[in-house]
Structure formats: C-alpha cells, structure tokens
C-alpha cells in the first residue's frame, strides 16, 4: 500500500502533475474564500441598510416632532402675548376701579359735610 502511494507520488511529481493539482486545489481554495467573503459583505451591507432605514425613520420621526414642538412654542408664545395683554388691561381697569372707589368715599364725605350743615342750618331755623 505504501508502496503504491509512494509510486502515485512519484509519477505526480515526474510529469509535474501534483503542482497542477495543488494550483487547482489552490485556486479552488481561493473562490470558495471568495465567495464566503462576498456572502459576508452582502450580509453587512444588508444590515447596513436596514440600519440606515431605521435612522432615517426615526430621523423622520423626530423631525416631525420638533416641528410639531415648534407649533406648540408658537401657540404658546401667541397665548403668552394675549395675557401679557389681558393682564394690561386687567391692571387698567382696577386702576380705573381704585379711582372710582376713592371718587366715591370724597363724595360720601362731601355729601355727610352737606348732610351735617343741611341739619345744622335746619337746626338753627327750628330755633329761630
């Protein structure tokens, strides 16, 4: 049996047979790698992609956000405005009513004054 190995082997090398071989071997070696190696690169670039559409999703997502955020702000800034206003005028009218109010405490004290000498003079014409 070794004997006929070690005649195949020899017969190989004589007619340089086994260095064809081996460069078949080789370069069927060499696609096979290639082919992993492509299968693995496709396989990345697919999971490249999804990722990428998973970021542009919720990029999408949170761009819809903040515009919705920035209508929000400017509600906001609107309503703001409109109690700054109200409140102006909320301060105008109890200015106005504090006026009022004291308007009316000189004309009670007015009117008492008139009330006493009005009772004073008809005091003094019952007398008379």
Not at 13 to 22: A, V
Not at 50 to 72: G, V, W
Not at 82 to 95: A, H, M
Request: aromatic share 6%; net charge positive; no cysteine.
């Amino acid at each position: 049996m070794q004997e006929a190995a070690q005649k195949l082997f020899d017969e190989l090398i004589k007619d340089d047979r086994i260095f064809l071989i081996l460069f078949l071997v080789a370069i069927g070696f060499i696609v096979w790698a290639v082919v992993v190696l492509q299968r693995r690169q496709f396989k990345m670039a697919d999971r490249l992609e999804a990722r990428a559409e998973e970021k542009q999703i919720t990029n999408t997502k949170m761009a819809s956000m903040l515009e919705k955020a920035q209508i929000e702000l400017t509600r906001s800034q609107v309503i703001n405005e409109k109690n700054v206003e109200i409140n102006k005028q909320l301060v105008e009218v109890t200015k106005q009513q504090q006026k009022y109010i004291e308007n009316e405490k000189t004309h009670r004290n007015i009117m008492l004054g008139m009330d006493e000498k009005i009772n004073t003079v008809l005091l003094e014409l019952a007398k008379k």
